[in-house]
């Protein structure tokens, strides 16, 4: 029975075998690249979960700035002003238009002391007397403007590229940066000293790329 127990090995003969501490060491090693590894997938794991709410965070204002552009891109521009008011509007001066006849022209300059110039949009009066003013399209106020000599203004931006501008006006009701919506209320009309022959009007201007154009060729005037 001794000579049985000795056989058996000993962790002291173990050590002294050329193969142990090799052994130990590799499989240490694999210990640590699966530590590694396992760091790796969790790391990779939240950074993808991470990068997924980002993204979904990122792409839901985008998902719904399109609708508002479809929407707005569809409409036409309408009166700047209630239309049950349209068989008591007088147009005071016409946008000035090369190719229009010479009496149309010849009401589209405006005179201040004694000096010509010509009218970038249409001045609209209503019996001499303050209306509300319309938005003509939805889309974001750009500028307000404070002028008691040329009037006070409000710019309007529109997604299908266009601009509309909104001058002598008092008590505006909307301000920089406001989203509006066809049809909402902007202001008040009032006169100016820039052009005291008008009286009280409005003088609607419609752009396209930064240029003036006509607004009879996109209103029922």
Request: cysteine-free.
């Amino acid at each position: 029975m001794r000579e049985e127990k000795n056989l058996k090995p000993s962790p002291k003969n173990l050590q002294q075998k050329p193969w142990f501490w090799p052994a130990i060491y590799a499989g240490i090693a694999l210990a640590i690249l699966a530590l590694i590894f396992s760091y790796n997938a969790l790391v990779t794991k939240n950074e993808e979960r991470l990068l997924t709410e980002t993204v979904a965070t990122e792409e839901l204002p985008q998902q719904q700035q399109p609708i508002i552009e479809t929407n707005t891109a569809q409409e036409n521009l309408k009166y700047p002003f209630d239309e049950a008011l349209l068989n008591q509007l007088t147009v005071l001066q016409d946008f000035y238009d090369f190719s229009a006849d010479a009496k149309t022209r010849e009401n589209a300059l405006l005179v201040f002391k004694q000096t010509f110039s010509t009218s970038s949009g249409m001045s609209l009066a209503i019996n001499n007397e303050p209306f509300e003013v319309l938005a003509a399209m939805s889309g974001v106020v750009t500028k307000v403007k404070m002028d008691a000599f040329t009037g006070n203004s409000i710019t309007v931006q529109h997604a299908n590229g266009l601009e509309t501008r909104y001058s002598s006006v008092t008590d505006i009701v909307v301000k920089e940066g406001d989203e509006i919506i066809q049809g909402q209320p902007l202001a008040t009309t009032m006169d100016n000293d820039w052009n005291p022959t008008a009286g009280i009007h409005l003088h609607f201007e419609v752009l396209e790329n930064n240029e003036p154009v006509n607004p009879r060729k996109l209103l029922a005037f």
